[in-house]
């Protein structure tokens, strides 16, 4: 069964920086592309950045480019998220799920719980 588990999120002051992890079980991690996708209150769900399988080639939201780097680590199964320069337009629950590049993931069925990131002034 394909699950999700992103680490807990948190508050952090508009500036700073926060990293979120997601650990992925029940499929064969290193032949997917992988992707961070993020809520905010009111609004639909949004792509934020992908990776492809063997971490070469990556791709962001024009919202978050410069400010946010995706990486992975295919022993440990797990897909990270580097988030510096914070804005409160970032504040949003926070998923990771299979993909590239795409509004719709891969098992668009099968989400984790999110992690709440707030963005405080």
């Known amino acids: 069964q394909v699950q999700f588990v992103e680490s807990v999120g948190g508050l952090v002051q508009t500036g700073g920086s926060l990293t979120l992890s997601c650990s992925a079980s029940g499929f064969a991690f290193s032949t997917v592309s992988m992707s961070w996708y993020r809520q905010a209150p009111g609004k639909e769900r949004e792509l934020v950045a992908s990776i492809s399988t063997a971490g070469i080639n990556k791709n962001y939201a024009d919202s978050v480019k410069g400010r946010f780097t995706i990486s992975r680590d295919n022993a440990k199964r797990t897909v990270s998220l580097q988030m510096n320069a914070l804005r409160s337009e970032d504040t949003a629950v926070y998923y990771c799920?299979?993909?590239?590049?795409?509004?719709?993931?891969?098992?668009?069925?099968?989400w984790g719980q999110g992690t709440q990131v707030t963005v405080s002034s």
């Open positions: 799920n299979g993909g590239w590049a795409s509004a719709i993931p891969r098992w668009d069925h099968n």
